[in-house]
């Protein structure tokens, strides 16, 4: 077994120093489950003080979005689906997504997401590991690093588990079906479809509420910890600061491949997830074009910007003089 002298010369006393790089690893797997678990907790990766930046992974991008059912122009007020809807978007291409309860999703469980979920599992088999070998070797001090980022762990969960609430949605609008035209930047089109009362859930309204005064305080206490426990480690012996050394890194690449490899997005209850081939298009008037005339309207796509009122005729008869070509 492990002793604490198993390895000379080989100093690592910073190697709690791996726990404060600022990525934003879990910020985005929280964005991508829509909320936080209380497995989380045993899944340590560098960046857990940057988990309350997962209302920011969308960059500050907030697109438009046009209903094709009645007109209605409107943004995407959810970071987490714009912040998927980038993932999954294409320069000049047409995405399709679906959004649907789990039940009556026809997704599946690919192979991609079971990979994920070995991922995540391995993730936090991983920590008891490290946690046990520990204790094997009676290291507190590496002992005590690690049970401080859990504690950190723990604190950032709760308190997305209780931002992340449903709040205000727009009015119920039951059995109406709805089919919306989002513009990303750089040209990414994404066609989202689904129930209006499921396209509101995912899209409009508050994702993570703001934090409370308590809710504040317990995530700075929770950033207070990681950084002490990076000041503190450098008491643990060398096999500790391998161990932390190797679970933290370690973590965070099987986090990394776990989110790439995330088909889904989930939020409230819902999924969301792209279905269909994706469809390129030489010229956007083309795209547009071929919408108005799937929807029988135009008045979305002039409220969007995405042509005139002189440029109807040519849109509308876009799909028409490919079909006769």
């Not at 088999?125 to 070797?137: D, Q, R």
């Not at 074009?289 to 009122?309: N, T």
């Amino acid at each position: 077994m492990f002793n604490t002298s198993s390895i000379t010369g080989v100093h690592l006393e910073a190697s709690g120093l791996v726990a404060l790089a600022d990525l934003r690893t879990i910020a985005y797997r929280t964005a991508l489950t829509g909320s936080a678990s209380i497995f989380d907790i045993l899944f340590l990766a560098p960046g857990i003080h940057c988990q309350q930046a997962a209302s920011e992974v969308n960059g500050g991008e907030y697109p438009a979005a046009g209903a094709l059912t009645n007109g209605y122009v409107f943004r995407i007020e959810n970071p987490a689906t714009v912040s998927y809807l980038q993932k999954i978007g294409e320069s000049g291409h047409l995405v399709n997504v679906t959004v649907l309860p789990p039940a009556k999703s026809r997704c599946g469980l690919p192979l991609r997401d079971l990979l994920a979920t070995s991922l995540y599992l391995s993730g936090i088999a991983l920590t008891i590991m490290v946690v046990a070998s520990l204790v094997s070797i009676r290291d507190w001090w590496a002992l005590g690093v690690v049970g401080m980022l859990a504690v950190a762990r723990l604190l950032n969960v709760v308190v997305i588990k209780r931002r992340s609430t449903v709040g205000w949605k727009g009015a119920k609008e039951p059995g109406v079906y709805g089919d919306l035209l989002v513009l990303l930047s750089q040209d990414r089109w994404i066609r989202m479809r689904g129930s209006v009362d499921d396209l509101k859930t995912v899209t409009a309204g508050q994702w993570l509420r703001e934090q409370t005064s308590v809710e504040s305080f317990c995530v700075s206490f929770a950033t207070l910890l990681v950084y002490s426990s990076a000041a503190l480690a450098g008491n643990a012996s060398t096999i500790g600061s391998l161990l932390i050394a190797g679970l933290l890194l370690i973590s965070v690449a099987f986090l990394g491949l776990c989110n790439s490899m995330t088909k889904k997005l989930k939020m409230f209850g819902l999924s969301v997830y792209p279905e269909g081939e994706r469809k390129s298009y030489e010229r956007r008037l083309e795209m547009v074009g071929e919408l108005v005339a799937i929807s029988g309207r135009d008045d979305w796509a002039i409220g969007m910007g995405l042509y005139k009122r002189s440029n109807e005729d040519k849109a509308v008869q876009t799909p028409q003089s490919k079909v006769d070509s």
